[in-house]
């Protein structure tokens, strides 16, 4: 039990699938005479396999936690040539030094702890090692400092998540990797290869590289994207005709946006999202909603039969105010009892929400969002206008409703177009198919942040396309407010018409 507590204090999930530690060990090109580093050891799955290849193998090992460093001194002390210090790859001293005069080790492998928690102190010195990367999630600085523990030409294979490739926040990680190294390849596949055990990561990677201080060899290099795994077997043949093979030179995905690996079935999305001028975030202002620190208390509802209503109080009718959009300096609040107002949460409905939510909206009440360290009175000019509301987390697809001059949660991303006229256009278009095609290459996740839908590629409509698709959406509105089911060719045909104007 006590190892157990340990693992997940470290975020130390072990590799115990043999096809994983099989693939990632062949891809080392393991000679005799390497010197070969383990960064975070666990329970010694990658030295057991490497030893089985060369029992004389010289490996260094790291390991953090006292029980699997004792566990592991235990396993392998008839092994000479094999070290073992229990110690932190991120601060030791030796490691530091060796990462910053060109690197000791000819090959490095490892699956490291993903987003272990770090207390504050140590927190604030990884920021001060590792300054331009983000120092809460811990995967980037094993790389970086391994990236470094490198011999020029040396060899590393890590088990990762796939959230490098895309987030915002691990630019500068793409770009060390970009310029630095040579990828050899990357094989990407669902974190539920590993039973038994949840990452917190829907997908996870595993990427090989080789160290390289030629910048124009780098970004001159050809590496393959590997993905649509079904079963962990495949990796023993990464040439699989059922697999999905990718091949990028490293300079386009450096000239991507964030430098993010753009993958896509269809390479016309890829050159949209570089090369159209436009983007969302050039037309809309993209920001994040109101948070009142305590839902509990603020928030009501108008029927437990909502999704989770039941958590919260019914809403009297006769506190609803129907005419805060004429009420003076409503961002202070209200007086008097009519003091609840209609809030847009996330949610996967297209075209409308119908409302159920309300938050309240007295004076007392906003002077508490206002001071209250855990509430997010945030964007406020943004509050009670006309736009587009897109949640922050989406199901399968990409989905968008109208704020129609209502507050919105910070579960919303609210899109404001600055030509008000463009609204019902971008309502029609995030609800689109190729608008899901294009977010979810910008970023594969679940998530739609702002900083994400600002990158979407826009094209602006010319006035005959504008008025048709704004035509259309309102007829879907209003079938909507009526409560009858609208017409899905309606759809269908906008669908199409995006599909023309995107080109794919």
């Given at each position: 039990?006590?190892?157990?507590?340990?693992?997940?204090?470290?975020?130390?999930?072990?590799?115990?699938?043999?096809?994983?530690?099989?693939?990632?060990?062949?891809?080392?090109?393991?000679?005799?005479?390497?010197?070969?580093?383990?960064?975070?050891?666990?329970?010694?799955?990658?030295?057991?396999?490497?030893?089985?290849?060369?029992?004389?193998?010289?490996?260094?090992?790291?390991?953090?936690?006292?029980?699997?460093?004792?566990?592991?001194?235990?396993?392998?002390?008839?092994?000479?040539?094999?070290?073992?210090?229990q110690c932190d790859t991120l601060l030791d001293n030796d490691l530091i030094f060796n990462s910053n005069f060109g690197g000791v080790y000819d090959k490095i492998i490892a699956n490291p702890p993903y987003g272990a928690w770090q207390d504050y102190d140590k927190r604030d010195k990884l920021k001060k090692l590792f300054?331009?990367?983000?120092?809460?999630e811990t995967y980037a600085l094993f790389l970086f400092r391994c990236i470094e523990l490198l011999k020029n030409g040396g060899i590393l294979s890590f088990i990762i998540p796939d959230?490098?490739?895309?987030?915002?926040?691990?630019?500068?990680?793409?770009?060390?990797?970009?310029?630095?190294?040579?990828?050899?390849?990357?094989?990407?596949?669902?974190?539920?290869?590993?039973?038994?055990?949840?990452?917190?990561?829907?997908?996870?990677?595993?990427?090989?590289?080789?160290?390289?201080?030629?910048?124009?060899?780098?970004?001159?290099?050809?590496?393959?994207v590997v993905n649509s795994f079904t079963n962990v077997e495949q990796l023993s043949d990464t040439t699989d005709k059922q697999l999905k093979t990718f091949s990028f030179l490293q300079s386009e995905v450096l000239a991507n946006p964030d430098h993010a690996f753009l993958i896509s079935d269809n390479s016309k999305v890829a050159l949209a999202i570089n090369n159209t001028k436009l983007k969302v975030g050039d037309i809309a202002n993209c920001v994040t909603g109101f948070y009142s620190g305590d839902d509990k208390t603020f928030l009501q509802v108008n029927s437990?039969?909502?999704?989770?209503?039941?958590?919260?109080?019914?809403?009297?009718?006769?506190?609803?105010?129907?005419?805060?959009?004429?009420?003076?300096?409503?961002?202070?609040?209200?007086?008097?009892?009519?003091?609840?107002?209609?809030?847009?949460?996330?949610?996967?409905?297209?075209?409308?929400?119908?409302?159920?939510?309300?938050?309240?909206?007295?004076?007392?009440?906003?002077?508490?969002?206002?001071?209250?360290?855990?509430?997010?009175?945030?964007?406020p000019q943004f509050y009670f206008k006309f736009g587009v509301g897109v949640p922050m987390i989406s199901s399968a697809s990409i989905t968008a409703?109208?704020?129609?001059?209502?507050?919105?949660?910070?579960?919303?991303?609210?899109?404001?177009?600055?030509?008000?006229?463009?609204?019902?256009?971008?309502?029609?278009?995030?609800?689109?198919?190729?608008?899901?095609?294009?977010?979810?290459t910008i970023n594969p996740s679940a998530n739609n942040p702002a900083n994400y839908i600002k990158k979407i590629p826009f094209i602006m409509p010319d006035e005959k396309n504008l008025k048709t698709i704004t035509s259309r959406v309102k007829e879907i509105l209003s079938s909507i407010k009526a409560n009858t089911m609208y017409d899905e060719r309606i759809e269908t045909d906008i669908h199409t018409l995006f599909k023309t104007l995107y080109g794919f």
């Open positions: 039990m006590v190892m157990i507590q340990e693992a997940r204090k470290y975020q130390a999930f072990y590799t115990k699938s043999t096809p994983i530690v099989d693939y990632m060990v062949s891809k080392l090109s393991l000679k005799n005479d390497d010197k070969i580093f383990e960064p975070c050891g666990g329970d010694g799955v990658f030295i057991e396999t490497i030893l089985d290849v060369n029992e004389f193998a010289n490996i260094d090992v790291c390991e953090l936690n006292e029980g699997a460093f004792n566990i592991l001194q235990n396993k392998f002390a008839k092994y000479s040539t094999v070290h073992i210090r300054p331009n990367l983000y120092a809460k959230t490098f490739l895309n987030l915002h926040t691990h630019k500068a990680i793409r770009q060390h990797i970009l310029t630095k190294t040579k990828v050899v390849e990357l094989a990407l596949f669902p974190s539920s290869f590993f039973p038994g055990v949840n990452f917190g990561y829907a997908n996870l990677s595993i990427i090989t590289l080789q160290k390289s201080d030629n910048k124009n060899e780098n970004l001159n290099n050809q590496f393959r437990t039969d909502l999704k989770n209503g039941k958590n919260y109080a019914l809403v009297d009718a006769n506190s609803i105010n129907r005419d805060y959009q004429n009420i003076p300096n409503i961002l202070d609040g209200i007086e008097g009892e009519k003091h609840f107002l209609p809030i847009v949460k996330g949610g996967n409905i297209k075209y409308l929400k119908p409302e159920g939510w309300f938050m309240n909206w007295s004076k007392e009440a906003v002077k508490h969002y206002k001071t209250d360290k855990k509430a997010r009175f945030q964007n409703s109208l704020i129609e001059n209502k507050l919105f949660d910070q579960s919303i991303v609210g899109i404001f177009p600055k030509d008000e006229a463009l609204t019902y256009y971008l309502l029609a278009f995030f609800n689109s198919p190729i608008c899901n095609t294009i977010i979810r």
